[in-house]
Structure formats: structure tokens, C-alpha cells
């Protein structure tokens, strides 16, 4: 263990690889059509890993070859993860949504999103929640431990 590092920070480190390696289906919320954005480069790196990406925007048609849903109230198929890129004012009420999808395993609110209502909506019902954290960064150190 790292000299500043908490036990429970390793545990909960350990169980996001195990989501990780687990899932196969992560909805993205504020998935960008545009190339350059970093949600784009997210889902991109994702869907080359093997997930399936559920893009949730409310524009286009199509994203990255996956299907666009308006919001999460249009997904009625199981799920594992849902990745926020919104900020973080606008995540109690999508992670309100989050919770009812069937088979939802984690709500993961990207790199500089926190928010304590939406942490406590996941938690009151039981879904692992990580926030403030880069999903891809996240599964390259999963992968690179030998924990994917």
C-alpha cells in the first residue's frame, strides 16, 4: 500500500476494476458527436476495449455507430455502468434515472464531477458510485494491474 493511500480507497479501487471487468453495457450521458471531446475520446477507447456504448444526447442519430437515446427514460435493457459528462449541478436528477435501469452495477460521474445528492441517491440504493475519476484512466491502471 502507498504510504498516503487509505485501505478503503484500495478496496474501492479494487471493486471499480471488478465492475470494469464485469460489465459489458455502459449508457454515456453527454456523449459528444465531436472528436475532439473528451467523451468521445472516452467512448471511442471503451467500445475498442469490447463495451457495448449506449450514447445518450439529446441530437444526431447515430454516434460512434451506436444509436442515439434522447435520455435515460428511453433505455428499457439492462445496463451495467452509467457514465456521466455533465456537470456536476445536473447529476442528482440523471442519477435519480440511473438507478431504476435495470442491471445498473455503478454510476461513474467523470473527472472534475462531484456532487454529495447524487452520491447519496446511488448509495440509498445500493449502486456502487464513483465520481471525480476518468472511466478510461480508470480501466487503463485496471488493465495494467492485471485486474482486467
Known sequence: MEACELPSAKKADKKLCEVLKTSKVIVIVGLSPKPHRASHQVAKYLQEKGYKIIPVYPREEKILGERVYRSLD???????IVDIFRKSE???PIVEKAVKLPGIKCVFLQEGVKNEEAKNIAQKNGIFYVEDKCIMVEHKR?????LI
Open 90 to 92: 445536473d447529476t442528482p
Open 74 to 80: 428511453e433505455i428499457d435493457f439492462e445496463v451495467d
Open 142 to 146: 485496471c488493465e495494467s494491474e492485471g
